[in-house]
């Protein structure tokens, strides 16, 4: 099974999982929003946020050093070793911080949701308790991602949706439980599904810990904490500007929906796509066309979740009215910028792949650190006077510091050459798509309006897009691409091309001298770490014309009286030098 295939079929698979929870958050969002205030939503997104920032601890970024070491070669033989270390390795780091967070769960109230109330205690230690059983979780389903037993994480996933979604109903709309009915039915589920994966997991199998790897592990897995501590920082620290500056869960609430909502178009393409990305792209590293799979899989990435968000965006008017109540419809203006705020951040992913492939994780930390302090200075100059639309711009300027920021910095490991341009002409199309519909439709109109006419013009666009016009424009290999690299070396040939070294050496050897290829350019050129090595006939054939092979340049030939690289032979190539010298026969 190709690459591309197999990367489709596995994203497919998580994708069924992904689309019911979305399409379930969507049609329980009116119910939520009748039970419960903005300054509820605004007290959830305050406990979501303690609970992430003490996962972060927990955690320990031991998943990710499972993964990376369950495809390093050393331990082929032993993969399953790696998750049980792994195991172990987590409940030592994470139980001992568990207790004494739960022990100190009244002053964490305090300070988070500001309130020392016993009440306030209870839902502290039940966010506690919550976060205990998903991390858990999580590492049993990041191990099921990894052996790509996709087909097994959506059936289970599919009874912890129906579970989670009747507990909810019966907690929030019949019980009146609000904030704690989430809890509680978090805790339920939760707890049962971490039990089952464990004993599904490990439980029948060897158990063996290998203490060497304890080390590798904390190692690898640190900068992921700082890493995943800054980039919380960057999606959730503008909701405590918005509480420390507005003093108003409120707007914390709305802020809060409409991000959520933007996060949920936002996941609802890349979050499947990601499930199996972690794992292929190591594999992928193996290909020798390599550069040219990750620059494919970027662009149409790209593409794919440009016109998801653009969708979002021309429908947010729409969306609001039919999802939420009527105290919540100012958040279908802040809706669309979020929406190209989501546009950059998934890029960093495709950019910090030299560290992750080269084990410099330390710089993935580093660049989380910058854009974490950007989005403070953002939110501290644009919260106070524009409120979370200020929030909004300030996430837009976040995440580009983050990508772009950290593709300058990864480029420095090894340069993966990505076509960012690309995503510059997505941005740039989708914002004059929308500002142009915003002038024609105005949010006043009509529902049905609001509805049709979003849905005509990015049909549309999808129609250019995949059938003619804008697809020769964004495709590298398009026809017009093609035609005018032909033109270009039509205009070129008229001159005449000075003679290189080794067409000097291969005229005495008693051969005409080969014509230079014409050097690569775009996604087709590759670094010179990864150029396919010459054959070992053509290599003493050119060793008899006076080339020599330098070692200390990989897979490079130089010639003797030239200190620099010249382009190396293709297998084609090879042959013409073999005939050219009369050391292989011809056709």
Not at 396 to 413: D, E, H, K, L, Q
Request: with cysteine; aromatic share 12%.
């Amino acid at each position: 099974m190709s690459i591309y295939r197999e990367l489709i079929r596995h994203s497919a698979v998580y994708s069924v999982g992904q689309i019911l929870y979305r399409v379930a958050s969507l049609l329980l969002l009116p119910l939520y929003t009748k039970y419960l205030t903005p300054a509820d939503y605004g007290v959830m997104t305050i406990l979501d946020l303690t609970r992430d920032i003490l996962g972060y601890f927990a955690a320990a970024g031991v998943i990710n050093a499972a993964t990376r070491y369950y495809h390093d070669p050393a331990y082929a033989d032993s993969r399953h070793d790696c998750w049980t270390t792994g195991l172990v390795f987590l409940m030592v780091i994470c139980i001992p911080q568990m207790v004494l967070a739960y022990l100190l769960r009244s002053p964490l109230a305090l300070i988070t949701i500001r309130d020392g109330s016993p009440e306030g205690s209870l839902l502290v230690a039940l966010t506690i308790l919550n976060l205990l059983v998903s991390v858990f979780f999580n590492y049993c389903a990041s191990y099921l991602r990894v052996e790509k037993r996709s087909v097994l994480f959506v059936c289970l996933t599919i009874p912890d949706l129906i579970a989670r979604v009747s507990l909810n109903i019966l907690f929030i709309a019949h019980l009146r439980m609000g904030i704690l009915g989430f809890l509680y039915s978090g805790l339920i589920v939760g707890g049962v599904q971490s039990v089952v994966l464990i004993t599904l997991l490990f439980a029948g199998r060897r158990f063996r810990i290998r203490r060497e790897l304890f080390r590798p592990f904390f190692a690898y897995g640190w900068p992921f904490v700082i890493s995943g501590l800054a980039s919380l920082a960057m999606h959730q620290a503008n909701r405590y500007f918005l509480l420390w500056f507005g003093n108003d869960k409120a707007q914390v609430g709305l802020f809060s929906v409409a991000f959520n909502m933007a996060q949920a178009a936002n996941q609802f393409l890349i979050q499947p796509f990601f499930s199996i990305w972690f794992t292929m792209a190591f594999e992928i590293n193996t290909l020798p066309d390599r550069l040219q799979v990750f620059h494919r899989v970027f662009k149409y990435f790209v593409l794919g979740i440009g016109l998801v968000l653009l969708l979002v965006a021309l429908l947010s008017t729409a969306l609001v009215r039919a999802l939420t109540q009527p105290n919540y419809y100012e958040i279908a203006n802040v809706l669309p910028i979020l929406c190209l705020a989501f546009l950059f951040f998934p890029l960093h992913v495709f950019f910090s792949l030299p560290a992750l492939l080269y084990n410099r994780t330390q710089a993935v930390a580093a660049n989380c650190l910058v854009a974490a302090g950007a989005t403070l200075v953002l939110n501290f100059i644009l919260v106070p006077t524009l409120g979370m639309y200020g929030a909004a711009i300030a996430s837009i300027g976040t995440y580009v510091v983050y990508s772009f920021a950290g593709y300058r910095a990864y480029r420095r490991i090894e340069n993966l050459r990505f076509p960012v341009r690309f995503v510059g002409f997505i941005a740039g199309a989708g914002v004059v798509t929308y500002l142009i519909y915003r002038l024609v439709v105005p949010s006043s109109a009509p529902f049905w309006v609001l509805v049709v006419v979003p849905l005509a013009a990015w049909s549309l666009i999808v129609a250019l897009v995949m059938a003619g016009p804008a697809r020769a424009l964004i495709d590298s290999d398009s026809h017009l691409r093609k035609w005018l690299s032909r033109r270009k070396a039509a205009r070129g040939s008229s001159k005449p091309a000075p003679r290189t070294g080794n067409q000097e050496k291969l005229s005495r050897a008693g051969a005409a001298p080969a014509e230079e290829p014409a050097p690569p350019t775009g996604s087709e050129r590759e670094p010179p770490a990864r150029e396919t090595p010459i054959a070992a006939p053509a290599a003493s054939v050119l060793e008899q014309a006076g080339v020599e092979r330098r070692h200390d340049v990989p897979h490079a030939i130089l010639p003797h009286d030239e200190g620099k690289v010249v382009p190396r032979c293709a297998v084609g190539d090879q042959l013409n030098v073999e005939r050219e010298l009369g050391s292989h026969p011809k056709n």
